[in-house]
């Protein structure tokens, strides 16, 4: 086969073939007009103003080792005037953490940008592998996720930085957005959506520059430009694509290639027709803006290894149980003057019973307003934020043995001395 | 096997998929110029191979699926996408690089 030339210099081989357009292109033309095409999403959607400082969430991941990248280079060539600077989470994961931490220590340097690690432990007083320790591994993704977000508003509120970049590209969103379809999520799904969470009034701004670039291009760019990245499995999660979402969205884009990006252009449509009083999201303004991600489950509700939100395998399958169970509900439903009490599996349908008829959309209607954590102060649409909440059933489950020393009444002693009981047991 | 029979390739693996080959990123190979049929040998043949005499893990799904490179998974032939090459038809030639990139994992 004769090798295929540039479609844009006519001069070079092709060495990439574009998953959006099937473009074949060569290395240089290729990194050109990946970065053109990120300038081309910030510069028309307003991303960043002159004087800007920006703090990159960075995990040493590709993605955003090459939002970085991408991000200096365009500062420097198109004059933003930004200060950029990285900002990584010490899940306090050994052997894992630590390795990924070193080589966003090496892109400090290579990028020449100050680095500020924040870490569980400070803000939470857990590490990860504690808190693995304490519940196991199974769910601990939610834990690590929903302290990852808030970790990322802490860090760029020590730094004094309103505005925090992440590496979310074009197959997380359009994962995101298939996720909340499938759950009929529309308030989320006009949020994950936008590029920007957050306005001008929040404390921390979100935004997401990487949001139509495709995977398969950011790896051929770090590939190509010979970036330096770190690539290894989460230890309390590894596999966590497997029978996900993920799996769907990359099946999609072998058999069509552009289904990742139809997607995400589906789910901005779709976002549009959600009535602001549901999304919190105003069409009205030339920027899209939207509450903040502060909940901590915006970008998909795992969130292990990366910045990317990567689901815990199975949730497919726990989706398609879901869907079948409502379906089995719904046949139900139409029961309401029956006040059988049957047993509530949770679901929204499961309301025959109740004095008020069934609203199916009544839970959601709620608008979510943004205020702050009565607790720590942080961002927050509940009273107690997610990560206060996790916080409470954790350090209610430490065992507080230092205390107990001093405790004299029997009670506690005794419960000490079975205590003692058990780790010598366990030991 | 006589060295005319046999093509030196190398082989490379990154972005995760290093961890199913031994940690082992570079792997130098020599593979027969022809098949069992007589045909001449290529990516198909190769990633099967891999599969079989190379990869020590058990967890051969994470490179392979229903036959195929497992979706995610990129191949670079001499730097260039395999879907500009043929994909798993390209004929394996002398001294060809051929490098595996997972997009599926995380950092």
């Not at chain 1, 999403?41 to 960043?48: A, D, E, K, P």
């Not at chain 1, 939002?67 to 600077?85: H, I, M, P």
């Not at chain 1, 919190?280 to 509700?301: N, P, R």
């Not at chain 1, 008020?356 to 607790?375: D, N």
């Amino acid at each position: 086969m004769a090798p295929a030339l540039c479609a844009i210099c006519r001069t070079s081989r092709a060495l990439i073939i574009r998953p959006k357009n099937h473009q074949k292109l060569c290395k240089s033309c290729f990194i050109a007009i990946f970065e053109a095409e990120i300038h081309h999403t910030i510069t028309t959607t307003s991303l960043f103003s002159p004087g800007d400082r920006i703090a990159i969430g960075a995990s040493g991941g590709k993605d955003s080792t090459v939002l970085a990248s991408v991000l200096k280079t365009l500062n420097e060539r198109y004059n933003y005037g930004l200060e950029l600077v990285l900002l990584s989470i010490d899940e306090g994961i050994k052997g894992y953490r630590d390795d990924s931490l070193e080589t966003v220590k090496r892109n400090a340097v290579q990028y020449d940008m100050p680095l500020k690690i924040v870490g569980y432990d400070e803000l939470y007083g857990w590490t990860m592998d504690q808190v693995v320790e304490a519940i196991g591994k199974k769910g601990n993704c939610t834990y690590c996720g929903v302290f990852r977000r808030q970790a990322l508003d802490r860090g760029a509120k020590m730094l004094g930085i309103n505005h925090v970049v992440t590496g979310h590209n074009a197959d997380d969103v359009a994962e995101t957005i298939l996720m909340n379809l499938l759950r009929g999520d529309l308030p989320r799904l006009a949020r994950s959506t936008s590029i920007v969470t957050g306005d001008a009034n929040s404390e921390v701004r979100r935004s997401k520059p990487l949001k139509y670039a495709y995977e398969k291009e950011i790896v051929l760019y770090a590939h190509h430009k010979k970036l330096d990245y770190f690539t290894t499995e989460c230890l309390y999660s590894p596999e966590a694509f497997r029978g996900s979402a993920r799996s769907l969205i990359k099946n999609l884009e072998r058999v069509r290639p552009s289904a990742i990006l139809d997607v995400v252009r589906s789910g901005e449509d779709m976002a549009k027709l959600v009535p602001e009083v549901v999304s919190g999201v105003s069409h009205c303004k030339s920027q899209k803006v939207s509450l903040s991600s502060a909940d901590g489950e915006d970008e998909g509700a795992g969130g292990c290894g990366s910045v990317n939100g990567r689901n815990s395998g199975g949730e497919m399958a726990d989706m398609e149980k879901k869907l079948r169970q409502d379906e089995e509900a719904s046949s139900r439903e139409v029961d309401i003057s029956a006040s059988i009490p049957l047993s509530a599996n949770s679901q929204k349908h499961d309301r025959i019973g109740e004095s008020k008829p069934p609203q199916k959309m009544g839970k959601k209607l709620v608008r979510q307003t943004l205020g702050t954590c009565k607790k720590c102060g942080y961002m927050s649409s509940q009273d107690i934020c997610k990560a206060c909440t996790l916080l409470e059933g954790l350090n209610r489950n430490r065992p507080k043995i230092e205390i107990e020393v001093d405790v004299e009444d029997e009670e506690s002693s005794t419960l000490r001395r079975r205590m003692e009981g058990i780790a010598l047991g366990a030991g | 096997m006589e060295s005319g029979n046999t093509i030196p390739i190398i082989v490379e693996f990154s972005g995760g998929l290093e961890m199913l080959f031994s940690d082992e990123r570079k792997h130098k190979l020599s593979v027969p110029a022809k098949d069992d049929q007589g045909n001449a040998v290529n990516i198909g043949w190769l990633v099967q191979h891999l599969c079989q005499e190379v990869m020590k893990d058990s967890r051969k799904e994470m490179f392979v699926l229903d036959g195929h490179v497992r979706p995610g998974i990129l191949v670079l032939i001499n730097d260039a996408d395999w879907e500009l090459e043929g994909e798993a038809s390209y004929a394996l030639q002398p001294d060809d690089n051929i490098l595996f990139v997972s997009t599926l994992h995380g950092g």
